[in-house]
């Protein structure tokens, strides 16, 4: 999967870590930011994707598409689609950008709207990768748990940059007996939580 990145990928993967690098240090407003996972943590992502079981696969929080594209590799290695949420219009439109300049149109839908709306229709999650605003994280962890298909995972980020913030949803997930659950400290800290 890795020894085989398609260049174009590769490429915007690059372009998209020195926007997000200039984004840290030039004062550009937090929303506005790119604020993606490094590179590291969407090995990790596309690792744990490609062994997720059957079952669909979903990001909550595109930005620019840099984590869907890690999720890509593994969608296109197992024959499955990613359906990403990102709310914020600009970023809809960096990320429709990055996946049809790459190529993976057709293993990523793009939704513009709040995941919240439309989790409530889906199940048998095999993977979901949740890096939004912190506040929503509780929400979907709500929605998410009882859609995951038996294996299913839901791997949250931030579990160690924000965890002051994150604390209730943290405690919450390794104290819940429908899931094992452990924080891996990889990049900002990823919350992996996996349906029994």
Known sequence: ????????ILNRMKQLEALDAKDRVDGTP?????RQIPPETGR????LAAAAPEGNYIEIGTSAGYSTLWLSLA?????????????????VQMAAETFTMVGVTDVVQLIAGDARDYLADMSDI???????????????????????????LLVADNAISH?????????????DPRIDTLIVPIGTGELVCRKI
């Open 126 to 152: 095999a993977f979901c990768f949740l890096d939004a605003e912190k506040e929503v994280y509780a929400d979907c962890y709500t929605i998410i748990v009882p859609k995951l298909a038996p294996g299913g």
């Open 44 to 47: 990790f992502l596309a690792l």
């Open 1 to 8: 999967m890795f020894h085989n990145i398609p260049p174009a």
């Open 30 to 34: 937090r929303l506005e930011r790119l």
């Open 75 to 91: 969608g296109r290695a197992q024959g499955r689609t990613i359906t990403t949420f990102e709310l914020l219009p600009e970023k």
């Open 163 to 175: 965890r002051a913030t994150l604390q209730p949803i943290l405690d919450r997930a390794l104290n």
